[in-house]
């Protein structure tokens, strides 16, 4: 097993999902806590309330992105190329998604689930697992091409 998953198995174990696990890496890679914002991210969780909405690995990877780069207060400015860099998560999400018909959780989890031999309509941990750690890497390749700086802001 992936070194990483080895890592996030005991956030699944306590009940966080795709979209709150990559909020919490990159809270993690800022060396910060925010509990609101992880609350938050439970809102995009399986499809956004089972609603078969966009899966949790590209939401909650957008709003991991988002943090790094997007505006937070009256006094910030969004990083001038937060548009793109959004665009390019999505685009590859799609493209990496794209054999399961689509990028909604279910059409994601049972695309994963396929090819991990299992079934269901909620997601796998563990076949959402692989993808979770591809999302991953690529949010931190974007990070790096994009220059972004990962620390808050002191």
């Known amino acids: 097993m992936n070194p990483m998953m080895m890592e996030l198995l005991p956030l699944v174990h306590e009940g966080y999902c795709c979209s709150q696990l990559l909020v919490l890496l990159m809270l993690q890679a800022r060396d910060e ?4 914002l992880v609350r938050a991210a439970q809102g995009l969780c399986h499809g956004i309330g089972q ?4 899966c949790g690995l590209l939401t909650g990877g957008a709003c991991a992105l ?4 997007g505006k937070g207060a009256a006094h910030e400015t969004p990083h001038a190329m937060l ?9 590859w999400f799609y493209e990496r998604t ?8 279910g059409q994601v989890a049972a695309g994963l689930g396929a090819l991990s031999g ?11 697992g ?3 750690v591809e999302c ?6 974007l990070v790096q091409s994009y220059d972004l700086d990962i620390m808050p802001a002191s």
């Open 130 to 132: 692989g993808l979770l």
């Open 118 to 128: 299992g079934a269901g309509e909620m997601p796998n941990p563990v076949a959402c």
């Open 98 to 105: 794209g054999p399961y018909g689509g990028q909604s959780c």
């Open 66 to 69: 988002a943090l790094v780069a």
């Open 51 to 54: 609603s078969d909405g966009p």
């Open 33 to 36: 806590e925010n509990p609101g």
């Open 83 to 91: 548009t793109p860099l959004l665009n390019d998560y999505a685009t």
């Open 136 to 141: 991953w890497e690529k949010i931190m390749e």
